[in-house]
């Protein structure tokens, strides 16, 4: 029997990357899959998004493993489509056990400037805040419910000077929020034993890290830094030499948070972060 044997897990952000490795590694352990995609580009986003194709590709990855799923495509700003989206995923497959809110975007030099903010917050913030509370109605006792969050949220003295950056603070500020957020829902409905946490990963390899913007990022004395350029910095984000870690490495974290050998663990802020935490901070009892 798989560890998240006859659970539904709802799971944000799953046409690729984080999203689709989560669902898929639920799949592998029992669970059928409600995944939901915007499945379309936001302007100020550098990089492209998914596409109808990646949603429909995790679909044929989950259902490899004689599991069942429904996708929906949706944006996690609107708290009507993701509430819409559930409810078709509910009336199909019966219920939810699991919430997985892991939508992210990483505008970095979105344009215009406060538009990047507002999308990388609406997205990564209020997305998780729309999932969760879409979720809540439906979910039974003893259920999990887990977000994204990063390893950015406890790297906040490099945000960048006021209004230079909004994509690119907009996302620390976000993931410090929905961490702060998380906190309160798991002391909320903890007498129902449901837990709430949020695993923190480092720079992970998706379409978000292997991205023009990021290889800017990590490489300002380059004019047009490519990807080899930008791995040579990527291993100082981290204690670990490594210069980033596999989304399967977070996939193993969320699965333990959404099966009941986690049963006691609520309110945790679980960094698979190789060290990065180490890195950048003291030790304090």
Not at 100 to 105: S, T
Request: proline residues 6%; charged residues 20%; contains cysteine.
């Amino acid at each position: 029997m798989g560890r998240v044997e006859g659970k539904v897990a709802f799971v944000t952000g799953a046409a690729r990357g984080q999203g689709r490795s989560h669902a898929v590694r639920l799949a592998e352990e029992g669970a059928d899959i409600i995944a939901v995609d915007i499945c379309k580009d936001i302007a100020t986003n550098g990089y492209a998004l998914s596409s109808p194709d990646d949603l429909k590709e995790t679909a044929r990855l989950v259902e490899a493993h004689d599991r069942r799923i429904v996708t929906v495509e949706a944006d996690v700003r609107e708290r009507s489509q993701v509430a819409a989206a559930l409810e078709q995923g509910i009336a199909e497959l019966g219920k939810v056990d699991v919430v997985v809110a892991n939508a992210g975007i990483m505008p970095l030099g979105g344009q215009p400037p406060l538009q990047a903010w507002t999308d990388v917050v609406d997205t990564n913030f209020l997305g998780v805040v729309n999932a969760v509370h879409a979720a809540l109605p439906h979910l039974p006792d003893g259920a999990s419910i887990i977000a994204t969050g990063s390893a950015a949220a406890f790297m906040t003295g490099g945000i960048a000077p006021p209004g230079t950056n909004p994509g690119g603070t907009g996302y620390t500020y976000a993931k410090i929020q929905l961490s702060e957020f998380m906190h309160e829902i798991a002391r909320n409905v903890a007498p129902r034993m449901i837990r709430a946490n949020v695993v923190h990963p480092t720079n992970c390899n998706t379409n978000m890290l292997n991205s023009e913007p990021m290889y800017k990022a990590f490489r300002p004395d380059m004019e047009n830094p490519t990807r080899e350029d930008a791995l040579l910095a990527f291993p100082a984000q981290q204690a670990m030499p490594i210069p980033y870690v596999e989304p399967i490495d977070i996939s193993n974290a969320v699965l333990f948070l959404a099966s009941d050998e986690s049963r006691y663990v609520t309110g945790l802020q679980l960094r698979v972060d190789a060290g990065s935490y180490l890195k950048f901070h003291d030790f304090h009892v």
